[in-house]
């Protein structure tokens, strides 16, 4: 199958976007509109961090790092060490020194950085939710 030809779908699947910027909440939304896949919201970690413990469906997690209250990265570091079997997959506008390394210690899958390509995003979320890696 070509790469433009990926049925993007994952039906069963479950979300968590972890975003404070509206304007990247719309753009994820949009992009994940046809995939099926349940898309829950929260616009901080400690959100974040409450809706894992009271969905334990959630199959991944579009974490950023950059967020009030409690930043996406000790976030991480907490659900990770909860639930270690939730992809997270970082996403941040900014890329400071030893950031990736920072996110890594922090147990997440994947490091991606904004602007986040359409296709660039959709590929990450298939290559952990997609057909061929069903639990």
């Keep these: ?3 433009n030809e990926t049925n993007y779908s994952w039906p069963g699947k479950t ?3 972890v975003e404070d910027n509206e ?3 719309i753009y994820f939304e949009a992009a994940l509109r046809k995939t099926q896949s349940r898309l829950l919201w929260a616009k901080n970690g400690l959100d974040a961090i409450d809706l894992v413990k009271n969905n334990p469906n959630i199959d991944l997690v579009l974490m950023d790092i950059n967020m009030p209250k409690l930043d996406g990265i000790e976030a991480t570091r907490i659900i990770k060490s909860q639930y270690p079997q939730i992809i997270v997959v970082v996403q941040t ?3 400071l020194s030893g950031e990736e390394r920072m996110c890594q210690d922090a147990g997440c899958d994947e490091f991606i950085t904004k602007p986040i390509r359409l296709k660039y995003l959709l590929d990450t979320i298939n290559n952990y939710l997609g057909p061929s ?3």
Excluded: H, Q, W
Aim: aromatic share 6%.
């Design 1 to 3: 199958m070509e790469a």
């Design 15 to 17: 979300i968590l976007v």
């Design 23 to 25: 304007t990247s909440n």
């Design 93 to 95: 506008a900014f890329i």
């Design 133 to 135: 890696t069903d639990k």
